[in-house]
């Protein structure tokens, strides 16, 4: 008998291990692992992963796998293995390192039935729920689970009449389009055409247009066609003349789209350099990290098309990653024009289904290139060439939730295991990857000229305290809207860029200086112009706005912060000829808002973007001469040792969009703090600069890339109980881990409280722990109980990128 280890869809401490389950015979020559099945657990059915196979188990008496749900593994051996790798460094469950790998419509459904048990047993049902089963079988739990048969029907199950069902089902599932085509050789159809009768005249239509098609046509276009009815073609299939069939096709979310070919660019100098060490170690399959630091506009993206077409010619494939915020339409094109059908798309924007289709695609061998936000770099290639990663230093590559893993580490990972390179690519690199470059870690590639003859953009700083005490009360400083003006009647196009991240429209009474704050986290409300409310940007708790103030009752409400709104109305009041596209969450929530709100920018129909952090990056507009950032400081002030580097790079990016091509550019950027060296160097495009000066401070905190941090977040509805468990972590790794490790907390977090619930964190600094994992092991393990069964929750972040 043989026997699976299958990792079971719950995602617990408990549960996290192998289970051991018979393989029915019929199964045996079939199953391997990597392939999901369906298994009873408990009293459940439930999902999960055929890790391994073995031929014995020390288990007594074994359960039978139930269901086979795939026909080839959906992860290959070298994610299975990836998996193990992602839960001892991020110490995820197995399930949820799986899961991540995979897309959203493999993740099981659940669903649950309550079934009559025997026809007989209809009248024995206790009165109240006849009803219920009157003329069926089967009811849906979804159906009485908030009803007040709950209490009947379990009574019922208890003495045998009823019992409860799972089911197991796919999220999504393949489409399939119908097909007709002729069942019979033509000779056969021939004659058969002869043989209609007169008034038979669609049918007639249906079997010439069938002959001349001479292969399976789609049934709505036949239909369409020949103006023939469904009915028509039924009689024809009683006939045994045509037959349906099923054909699977893709959900195509560019299918609508032709995307005009591009050919490569003949190379500048630097370029040629870049992708010739690239080259170099895609042939010999070299195992290398490289940090292609380029300026904005520098060309990088030429330089990873051509790295790609020799992996292409080499018969392997590639990773693209982008930061989800890029994924624009451009980017997408770029691609596209390129390497055609031979890429694969994965963003959020894509439907599940669609998500689906272009990962089978991939799975399928059918392309040879993924570009996608931070999931793929799980994408199920077999023979990787090389993995690229374009704007590294975006923190959306870590994912936040449960496997917190970094995709710049999985891509160094898979790389190492298929023998081939990296490229980082950025024009500011996080602090770590340029550290690890400057050691000769990485092999640094460097761009320091933009493609067009202009080079960087000037850029002014205004500082917002002397307009204020010139008079100017306006968001905009005399000097840029001097130039938007100047850009209106030059025809040319600005952007302009409000910095919102950390920041809040709060409420405050100027009265009493009340702030108005959600009763369930320990943040200000934010006031949201449509619909007049206050939101909660943490749990989304809203209320409508007051006029009074609920501490002093004074009238003197003010809403403080500057939004993208309020700069729209400002710029329509000054600048009423302008035409302004604005882009927020507001405006781009519904689905394709923003590629076409920027393809309308690109097409010259507005003269102004204004716009958050989504349009800070990868825009690449050659009629834009002037970006205006409206107030930098914002991200400065984030409790956050990268506030600085964070706002360097905002600034550095968005400075970046102006005069990319023929046309020179220019930058106003408005601060309240111009003296601050993240501001000052990122005007003076020294990223070196900024790179020596912030190591300081690094080395000097102790903070990356000079110590490593583990992020211990605790919390629980009581203060007393999240400090006390917090302080016990805290004892036992200073027991346990060496002196070298500094040890801070506990302490309130940022947000002291969320969704009613109090956060208190310890944070561990350190350069080597031998015994770091165990000990953040042995803590899961030690409060495993309280965790499942109480209202204790413990997140371990092993490389935090927020501190909040
Ligand atoms: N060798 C080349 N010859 C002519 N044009 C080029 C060449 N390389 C790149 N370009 C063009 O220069 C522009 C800027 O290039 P690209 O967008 O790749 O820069 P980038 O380094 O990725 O910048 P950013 O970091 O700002 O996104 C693009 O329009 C691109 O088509
Ligand atoms: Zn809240
Ligand atoms: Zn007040």
Not at 70 to 95: M, Q, R, S, W
Not at 273 to 285: C, F, G, P, Q, Y
Not at 436 to 450: D, E, S
Not at 615 to 644: E, M, Y
Request: aromatic share 8%.
């Amino acid at each position: 008998m043989k026997v699976a280890e299958v990792i079971v869809d719950v995602p617990a401490r408990q549960t996290d291990r192998p289970f051991d389950y018979a393989i029915p015979e019929k199964w045996e020559d079939i199953l391997q692992p990597g392939m999901r099945v369906t298994v009873p657990f408990g009293t459940r059915r439930l999902q999960g992963f055929v890790i391994h196979i073995k031929s014995h188990s020390d288990v007594k008496t074994l359960k039978p796998i139930e269901a086979v749900l795939d026909v080839t593994p959906v992860l290959n051996e070298e994610l299975l293995e990836l998996g193990k790798y992602l839960t001892e460094t991020t110490l995820c469950f197995a399930i949820s390192a799986y899961q991540a790998m995979l897309p959203a419509a493999l993740k099981a459904k659940y669903e649950k039935e309550i079934r009559l048990v025997r026809e007989e047993n209809r009248a024995l049902l206790p009165e109240t729920i006849q009803p219920l089963f009157q003329d069926r079988s089967t009811v849906d739990w979804k159906e009485v689970e908030h009803s007040d048969w709950l209490r009947p029907l379990q009574k019922a199950i208890q003495q045998g009449y009823l019992e409860v069902v799972y089911h197991v089902k796919e999220k999504a599932a393949a489409k399939t389009v119908k097909y007709v085509e002729l069942a019979q050789s033509h000779e056969e159809v021939g004659r058969a055409i002869d043989a209609l009768p007169a008034n038979a005249a669609k049918q007639r239509q249906l079997l010439t247009a069938l002959l001349s098609a001479n292969e399976a046509v789609p049934l709505r276009s036949l239909l369409e066609q020949t103006g023939a009815t469904y009915a028509s073609l039924k009689s024809l299939v009683a006939k045994g003349l045509v037959a349906e069939k099923e054909i699977e096709v893709y959900r195509d979310p560019y299918g609508d789209r032709s995307f005009p070919t591009t050919a490569p660019l003949s190379l500048t100098a630097e370029q040629e350099k870049a992708l010739s060490s690239v080259i170099e170690s895609v042939r010999t399959n070299k195992h290398e990290v490289f940090l292609l630091y380029g300026v904005t506009g520098s060309g990088k993206t030429e330089v990873y098309m051509q790295a790609i077409e020799e992996v292409l010619r080499q018969g392997k494939e590639a990773i693209v990653l982008v930061p989800e915020i890029s994924l624009t339409p451009q980017m997408v094109k770029r691609f596209k024009g390129r390497f055609g059908s031979q890429v694969a798309v994965l963003h959020s924007g894509l439907s599940i289904g669609e998500k689906y289709d272009e990962w089978r695609k991939i799975h399928r061998k059918e392309v040879q290139l993924v570009v996608g936000a931070r999931s793929a770099i799980f994408a199920p290639f077999e023979n990787l060439g090389m993995i690229i990663i374009d704007e590294e230093h975006e923190t959306s590559y870590k994912q936040e939730e449960n496997p917190r893993y970094h995709a710049r580490d999985v891509a160094i990972y898979r790389a190492r295991v298929h023998g081939c390179p990296v490229v980082l690519g950025s024009a500011t690199p996080s602090l770590e990857s340029f550290a690890r470059a400057k050691k000769g870690v990485y092999q640094l590639l460097t761009l320091q000229k933009r493609v067009s003859d202009n080079g960087m953009p000037d850029v002014h700083i205004v500082d917002m305290r002397e307009e204020l005490r010139s008079g100017n009360r306006s968001m905009f400083s005399r000097a840029l809207f001097e130039k938007l003006k100047d850009r209106l009647h030059k025809g040319e196009q600005s952007v302009l860029f409000l910095n919102r991240r950390g920041y809040s429209t709060f409420v405050m009474c100027r009265g009493c200086g009340y702030v108005i704050r959600c009763p369930h986290c320990d943040i200000s409300l934010t006031y949201h112009r449509a619909g007049q409310r206050l939101k909660c940007h943490y749990c989304g708790y809203e209320e409508p706005i007051t006029y009074h103030c609920p501490s002093c009752g004074n009238e003197h409400i003010r809403f403080f912060g500057t939004g993208t709104q309020k700069v729209e109305e400002e710029l329509t009041k000054l600048l009423p000829e302008a035409r302004v596209i604005r882009m927020d969450v507001d405006t781009t929530s519904r689905k394709g808002a923003h590629e076409r709100l920027l393809a309308e920018f690109g097409e010259g129909k507005a003269d102004i973007l204004l716009g958050t952090q989504m349009i800070a990056k990868g825009l690449d507009f050659p009629k834009v001469t002037l970006v205006g950032v409206l107030a930098a400081d914002t991200t400065l002030h984030l409790p956050d040792f990268r506030a600085s580097e964070k706002t360097f790079q905002l600034l550095t990016q968005v400075s970046g969009r102006a005069g990319r091509h023929a046309l020179p550019g220019e930058v106003v950027i408005q601060t309240y703090t111009p003296e601050h060296y993240s501001i000052a160097l990122a005007a003076k495009h020294d990223y070196d600069a900024f790179y020596q000066r912030e190591m300081v401070l690094r080395k000097m905190h102790g903070y990356p890339p000079f110590y490593y941090l583990t992020l211990i977040t605790v919390s629980h509805p009581e203060i007393t109980k999240a400090v006390a468990v917090t302080d016990k972590i805290a004892a036992y790794l200073r027991a346990q881990l060496s002196n070298e490790a500094i040890i801070l907390g506990p302490v309130a977090s940022p947000i002291a409280r969320l969704h009613d619930r109090y956060r208190y964190q310890c944070m561990i600094k350190y350069k080597r722990e031998p015994n770091m994992t165990r000990a953040l092991k042995a803590v899961i393990d030690r409060y495993q109980h309280d965790v499942s069964q109480g209202d204790l929750s413990i997140t371990i972040d092993t490389n935090p990128y927020t501190m909040m």
